[in-house]
């Protein structure tokens, strides 16, 4: 059974920093890709970044290139979400999720999720 543990959330002033990481388990952590999404109050669930099992493929939203960065930890079976210079439209609950396979970022590739962990920025 695929479980995916986030932490690292909370509040945090415009222009600071915030570093979230997601714990995987169940299936071979370095054969999938994994991927970080967002929910907003009111809005639709969105893509933030994701990962290649190898981690030689990563993508970002326009909105979040330059400020967020994506890695993954295969030894400890964690994905990282960096994330820089956080402004108050980033408040949201944020979703760590592992794919179907090695490459993934869209929605539909992604299968197994977290509970999510809030993500507060403050003006």
């Known amino acids: 059974q695929v479980q995916l543990a986030e932490s690292g959330g909370g509040l945090v002033q415009a222009g600071g920093s915030l570093r979230l990481s997601c714990a995987a388990s169940g299936r071979t952590f370095s054969n999938y890709a994994m991927g970080w999404f967002r929910q907003a109050p009111g809005k639709e669930r969105e893509f933030v970044a994701s990962?290649?099992?190898?981690?030689?493929?990563?993508d970002y939203a326009n909105s979040m290139k330059g400020r967020f960065t994506i890695s993954k930890d295969n030894a400890k079976n964690t994905v990282y979400l960096e994330m820089n210079s956080l402004k108050p439209e980033d408040t949201a609950v944020y979703y760590c999720a592992q794919g179907y396979s090695g490459y993934g970022s869209r929605e539909a590739d992604f299968g197994y999720w977290g509970q999510g962990t809030q993500v507060t920025v403050s003006s």
């Open positions: 990962i290649s099992w190898n981690g030689r493929n990563i």
